[in-house]
């Protein structure tokens, strides 16, 4: 019986989220929380921002500051204005000229406020390119860093999909929405001003209208981002089924099956299910909204009547019925403007918990010491496996038990079994891009966890049998196995010798600058499964490790050509360490040593000759094949 899986915990954010009021007097404290957790994360975008074009910050702050002050200023220039004429048809007016000045001075004002604003909006948007760009890369650059364990986890994956979908948008919305606050607030307080020295209960009543408001949106809100973060494996799903029939690889076999309707419908059926609560939440929104508004409507007449009222009793002008009833208007137009703006804010902060919950993730694949071990280069390495055992993340199967092995200086080790046998998941333990649940695997003498990661993966020339293709030209994918040295098309043509892959891309019109696949060029070549194989065992023999790591390398690939790369193989693998997987057993004849596993375990080790005289599983797999290519009488 084995221990507790291993595997990093579950990913969560370090940023708290507040626990919800159980009582009246938990209240007040639960939105103090909310407050705090959303300056934190305004905050964190605000960093983000300066990283990127410190310039924005300061662009978007003197535009709140000259949003909040021109439209005061307006009101006050059309109120003279207003008066002017009021003036003028009175005949109290001598001359046209200050008139003529006021129309300037709106005139002027006018233009400065679009061109200020036109200026500004082209700034903003080249920034914004640019900071969505900078928000991309930070994502990218992290995302080498995270270690290939992460992504087995659901959770994780979630919040990975969800840092990528709102990287783009989320912190530019609530960016330009909190300096849309400022410009709001400043409005906001100079016409309470303007309005309160004739008429001090008017903003008041406002105020008191549209609070309710406030209240429902922030609720809502939450409940909305609650919903969709409960409901995110729904949005999965949803990808998932509207991806499969845009999928290139999949194409064929959906059509020739008929299984668009199938996709079609699970699709339609998880849209529905999901779609049910966020209509309810959104009707329920909206019905309170327009509650809210028939009172604020009401509201807001009885104050134009009172002014209206003034007017006609000789109370006030009609630059004071302009100045005043615009000033009632914005303060009710702010007023809204300031609670759904800050919900918004409030609903963006809150997705943006994903970006940060990502960008939190710390490297468990890290040296178990401070000053790591370097890797010996171009020397031969012994690599031994002590009660190694292996779950996957999340799970408690254990897919490894118990290995002990050695592979000694010069070896050529071929892993055999059956699938599901842990061959491939051997290789990445090897490799680290897991480390062990349970046991140590050393290089020379040393815990592999004591290297520096970089250093250890770059002594693998490795080929795993679910291998990349890469929309580059030829050569690049060649070139990928070291990219330090794509420029040498010298060692990149050899290395397409020895995988067999010369042959076919000198019949290629460009020959090695031929783009493959049609993601980004329209005469990108298709190439057969074989050879792209084919050219991924090129990658291998192009980065010229120390050890070299096959899994199904000739998997796809014809009798003629599998021999003709394994008649390379011996020669290129001559003093190196080398690893391959390989189903045909054919080629483990040319093995030094064979390791046979069964259910995650080591149950045969010897040569060829050894184990067919031993008459065990590795005979029989032998045989069993063997008798496929004997003619049938």
């Given at each position: 019986?084995?221990?507790?899986?291993?595997?990093p915990?579950p990913?969560?954010?370090?940023?708290?989220h507040?626990?919800?009021?159980?009582?009246?007097?938990?209240v007040i404290?639960?939105?103090?929380?909310c407050?705090?957790?959303?300056?934190?994360?305004?905050v964190?975008?605000?960093k983000?921002?300066w990283d990127?074009?410190?310039?924005l910050?300061?662009?978007?702050?003197?535009?709140?500051?000259?949003?909040?002050?021109?439209?005061i200023?307006g009101?006050?220039?059309?109120k003279?204005?207003l008066?002017?004429?009021?003036l003028?048809?009175?005949?109290?007016l001598?001359?046209?000229q200050?008139?003529?000045?006021?129309?300037?001075?709106?005139?002027?004002?006018?233009?400065?406020?679009t061109i200020i604003?036109?200026?500004?909006?082209?700034?903003t948007r080249?920034?914004?390119?640019?900071?969505?760009?900078?928000?991309?890369?930070?994502i990218?650059?992290?995302?080498?860093?995270?270690?290939?364990?992460k992504?087995d986890?659901p959770?994780?994956?979630?919040?990975?999909?969800?840092?990528?979908?709102?990287?783009?948008?989320?912190?530019?919305?609530?960016?330009?929405?909190?300096?849309?606050i400022?410009s709001?607030l400043?409005s906001?307080?100079?016409?309470i001003?303007?309005?309160?020295?004739?008429?001090?209960?008017?903003p008041?009543?406002?105020?008191?209208?549209?609070?309710?408001?406030?209240?429902?949106?922030y609720r809502?809100r939450?409940?909305?981002?609650?919903?969709?973060?409960?409901?995110?494996?729904?949005?999965?799903?949803?990808?998932?089924?509207?991806?499969?029939?845009?999928?290139?690889?999949?194409?064929?076999?959906?059509?020739?099956?008929?299984?668009?309707e199938?996709?079609?419908?699970?699709?339609?059926?998880?849209f529905?299910?999901y779609?049910k609560?966020?209509?309810?939440?959104i009707?329920?929104?909206g019905?309170?909204?327009?509650?809210?508004?028939?009172?604020?409507?009401?509201v807001n007449?009885?104050?134009?009547l009172?002014?209206?009222k003034?007017?006609?009793?000789?109370?006030?002008?009609?630059?004071?019925?302009?100045?005043?009833?615009n000033a009632?208007?914005?303060?009710?137009?702010?007023?809204?403007t300031?609670?759904?703006?800050?919900a918004?804010?409030?609903?963006?902060?809150?997705?943006i918990?994903?970006?940060?919950?990502?960008?939190?993730?710390?490297p468990?694949?890290?040296?178990s010491?401070?000053?790591?071990?370097?890797?010996?280069?171009?020397?031969?390495?012994?690599?031994e496996?002590?009660?190694?055992?292996f779950?996957?993340p999340?799970?408690n199967?254990?897919?490894l038990?118990?290995?002990?092995?050695t592979?000694?200086p010069?070896?050529?080790?071929v892993l055999v079994?059956?699938?599901?046998?842990?061959k491939?998941t051997?290789?990445?333990?090897?490799?680290?891009?897991?480390d062990?649940?349970?046991g140590t695997?050393?290089?020379?003498?040393?815990?592999?966890?004591?290297?520096?990661?970089k250093?250890l993966?770059?002594?693998?020339g490795i080929?795993?049998?679910?291998?990349?293709?890469y929309?580059?030209?030829v050569?690049?994918?060649?070139?990928?196995?070291?990219?330090k040295r794509?420029?040498?098309?010298?060692a990149?043509?050899?290395?397409?010798?020895?995988?067999?892959a010369d042959?076919?891309i000198?019949?290629?019109?460009?020959?090695?600058?031929?783009?493959?696949?049609r993601?980004?060029?329209?005469?990108?070549l298709e190439?057969?499964?074989?050879?792209w194989?084919?050219l991924?065992?090129?990658?291998?023999f192009?980065?010229n490790?120390?050890?070299?790591?096959?899994?199904?390398?000739?998997?796809?690939?014809?009798?003629?050509?599998e021999?003709?790369?394994?008649?390379?193989f011996e020669?290129?693998?001559?003093g190196?360490t080398?690893?391959?997987?390989s189903?045909?057993?054919?080629?483990?004849?040319?093995a030094s040593?064979?390791?046979?596993?069964?259910?995650?375990?080591i149950i045969?080790?010897g040569?060829?000759?050894?184990?067919m005289?031993?008459?065990g599983k590795y005979a029989?797999?032998?045989?069993t094949?063997?008798?496929?290519?004997?003619?049938?009488?």
């Amino acid at each position: 019986m084995f221990g507790p899986p291993g595997g990093p915990p579950p990913i969560h954010s370090n940023v708290p989220h507040p626990k919800r009021p159980k009582g009246i007097k938990n209240v007040i404290p639960f939105w103090i929380d909310c407050l705090k957790n959303m300056i934190k994360r305004l905050v964190y975008i605000y960093k983000l921002v300066w990283d990127a074009r410190p310039a924005l910050m300061f662009i978007l702050a003197f535009m709140a500051v000259f949003n909040g002050v021109q439209s005061i200023i307006g009101a006050y220039i059309s109120k003279m204005l207003l008066d002017g004429l009021q003036l003028a048809v009175q005949g109290q007016l001598e001359s046209f000229q200050t008139l003529g000045l006021l129309l300037l001075l709106q005139i002027l004002f006018q233009l400065a406020v679009t061109i200020i604003n036109s200026v500004s909006n082209i700034v903003t948007r080249l920034s914004n390119e640019l900071l969505t760009n900078s928000i991309k890369l930070k994502i990218m650059n992290k995302a080498k860093t995270i270690d290939m364990a992460k992504f087995d986890l659901p959770e994780f994956y979630s919040q990975l999909e969800n840092a990528n979908r709102e990287a783009g948008n989320r912190p530019i919305q609530v960016l330009q929405a909190s300096f849309s606050i400022v410009s709001t607030l400043i409005s906001l307080i100079g016409f309470i001003a303007v309005l309160g020295s004739r008429l001090w209960y008017a903003p008041l009543l406002i105020i008191a209208t549209t609070l309710p408001s406030a209240i429902i949106t922030y609720r809502y809100r939450r409940k909305m981002f609650s919903y969709v973060r409960r409901r995110s494996k729904d949005r999965r799903e949803m990808d998932y089924y509207s991806g499969l029939l845009v999928d290139k690889d999949l194409v064929k076999e959906v059509k020739l099956f008929d299984l668009s309707e199938t996709f079609i419908g699970k699709y339609k059926q998880i849209f529905s299910n999901y779609f049910k609560g966020l209509k309810t939440l959104i009707v329920a929104e909206g019905v309170w909204g327009i509650v809210i508004a028939i009172l604020s409507s009401i509201v807001n007449g009885g104050i134009f009547l009172s002014i209206a009222k003034s007017v006609f009793d000789g109370k006030m002008s009609i630059g004071d019925y302009s100045l005043y009833t615009n000033a009632l208007f914005s303060i009710s137009t702010n007023v809204s403007t300031l609670i759904s703006t800050s919900a918004s804010i409030y609903e963006g902060t809150l997705f943006i918990d994903n970006m940060i919950a990502f960008m939190e993730v710390e490297p468990q694949l890290v040296p178990s010491i401070k000053n790591p071990r370097k890797v010996q280069h171009h020397a031969q390495h012994t690599i031994e496996f002590k009660n190694v055992s292996f779950c996957y993340p999340g799970t408690n199967r254990y897919v490894l038990k118990k290995i002990n092995l050695t592979l000694r200086p010069g070896e050529t080790v071929v892993l055999v079994g059956l699938n599901g046998a842990g061959k491939t998941t051997l290789l990445k333990l090897l490799t680290r891009l897991y480390d062990p649940t349970e046991g140590t695997i050393l290089l020379d003498g040393y815990d592999i966890r004591e290297y520096d990661v970089k250093d250890l993966y770059s002594m693998f020339g490795i080929i795993f049998q679910d291998f990349g293709k890469y929309a580059f030209t030829v050569q690049e994918n060649i070139g990928f196995g070291e990219s330090k040295r794509m420029t040498d098309t010298d060692a990149i043509k050899e290395a397409a010798q020895k995988s067999s892959a010369d042959e076919f891309i000198q019949k290629l019109k460009k020959g090695y600058q031929t783009p493959l696949m049609r993601i980004f060029e329209d005469n990108g070549l298709e190439l057969s499964i074989g050879q792209w194989q084919k050219l991924a065992v090129a990658r291998a023999f192009f980065r010229n490790s120390d050890i070299i790591i096959l899994d199904e390398p000739t998997a796809s690939l014809d009798p003629l050509a599998e021999q003709e790369i394994f008649t390379q193989f011996e020669t290129l693998s001559k003093g190196k360490t080398t690893i391959f997987v390989s189903h045909r057993l054919s080629s483990a004849t040319i093995a030094s040593k064979i390791v046979v596993l069964e259910y995650g375990e080591i149950i045969e080790i010897g040569t060829h000759k050894e184990l067919m005289q031993k008459n065990g599983k590795y005979a029989q797999l032998f045989q069993t094949q063997a008798h496929r290519y004997i003619e049938q009488p």
